[in-house]
């Protein structure tokens, strides 16, 4: 059997849609979100029909290398790597809180 570390999705969704201002943020990522290159999302995550399978393979290959940094509430990782990722792709307000979670822990990485 598998085991699986788990990005909790629902609430870093909620986070990140409320905070515009991710890079200015108090706290701080050792994750340098804003440097990241976003291309595997926007090539392959495309509007304006989302589909699941590419846009959730294209999350996980950018939040899975740093499950530990994006699940710790001590810092600001996965406010910082959803802004990112909303600033580089444009995509809806919830897309991946409503495609990618699997059940109530959010997306699993293997």
């Given amino acids: 059997m598998a085991s699986y570390g788990v990005v909790h999705f629902v ?13 200015s943020s108090i706290l701080s990522c050792p994750v340098d ?3 990241k ?6 090539s392959n995550c495309k ?14 290959k950018i939040a899975c ?12 990782c996965a406010i910082a790597m959803f802004g990112n990722i909303n600033y580089h792709g444009h995509y809806p307000t919830g897309l991946f809180a409503r495609m990618c979670s699997e059940g109530k822990q959010g997306l699993k990485c293997k």
């Fill in 11 to 23: 609430l870093f969704f909620l986070l990140a849609a409320a905070s515009s201002a991710f890079s």
């Fill in 37 to 42: 290159n976003y291309t595997v999302m926007t």
């Fill in 47 to 60: 509007g304006p029909h989302y589909q699941p399978k590419p846009c959730c393979d294209a999350l996980a």
């Fill in 65 to 76: 290398p740093h499950l530990k940094e994006i699940n710790d509430l001590s810092n600001d």
């Fill in 33 to 35: 979100f804003e440097h």
